[in-house]
């Protein structure tokens, strides 16, 4: 997901909701998933007449849908067209950088001994956090917050590279420290990523190269509900 200039041929063009809906053969827009926000950017014409602005990437049932506007707007493509497609890379750039936030700070938790299982995360701009299932205790909190932004910092000035791979089940379940989550499917090749040599997990999103660029890394709050430990952070 490192292109961020593509051709692809258009599939179909429909209207979901109000809303044009592109398909194309192949895609380099990331589509919403995982917590990071699906990408914008544009479909043009070949020959730069007609340009789709893409507002939003979502995948449905394994299909990829482009949805926004044409400009003009009573411009269209056919079936069977060669179009560019064109990734915002600024946007998709920050979301990287957010999402792979997240990776770092599961790789800390455990640095700090707090081995908690993940759940959810958001990665975008507006309120960015990750969950993890198991409470940290009411007096630890703090310490634990000061302990993590060491860590992370710490990380983030020595730099370690971020790789995902597409790996054989057995392999990827080892790298994730043995095992893998209940919804990978035991005879599919799971994408693991990994920042430097440390415990990896699935994910399908989109990374930066390297750690070193996530200075502006700051856990703002770790909050504890119910049994559940969320950690908000920032990025400047
Ligand atoms: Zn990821």
């Not at 700070?105 to 993890?132: Q, W």
């Not at 983030?156 to 043995?178: F, K, M, Q, R, W």
């Amino acid at each position: 997901m490192r292109q961020l200039q593509a051709t692809a041929k258009v599939l179909s063009i429909t209207k979901d909701s109000e809303r044009v809906a592109i398909v194309s053969d192949r895609t380099i827009l990331y589509p919403q998933g995982g917590g990071q926000p699906g990408d914008r950017g544009s479909i043009s014409s070949l020959n730069g007449d007609t340009t789709f602005q893409v507002q939003d990437t979502r995948m449905k049932n394994g299909v990829v849908y482009h949805y926004g506007v044409f400009e003009p707007s009573d411009s269209t493509f056919e079936a069977g067209q060669e179009v560019s497609l064109r990734v915002e890379s600024q946007r998709r750039e920050l979301h990287s950088r957010l999402h792979t936030a997240g990776h770092l700070i599961d790789v800390c938790m455990k640095l700090v001994g707090r081995t908690l299982e993940p759940a959810k995360g958001n990665h975008s701009p507006e309120g960015a956090f990750v969950e993890y299932i198991g409470a940290i205790p009411s007096g630890e909190i703090e310490s634990t917050r000061v302990a993590l932004q060491k860590e992370i910092d710490r990380l983030i000035a020595s730099g370690a590279s971020v790789n995902a791979s597409v790996l054989p089940y057995d392999e990827a379940a080892g790298l994730c420290g043995g095992s893998l989550p209940d919804y990978i499917s035991k005879d599919s090749s799971p994408r693991i990523v990994r920042i430097g040599d440390h415990t990896g997990c699935p994910c399908g999103g989109t990374h930066v190269d390297d750690v070193s660029s996530l200075t502006g890394l700051k856990v703002t709050q770790i909050r504890v509900k119910k049994g559940v430990t969320k950690v908000s952070y920032t990025l400047k």
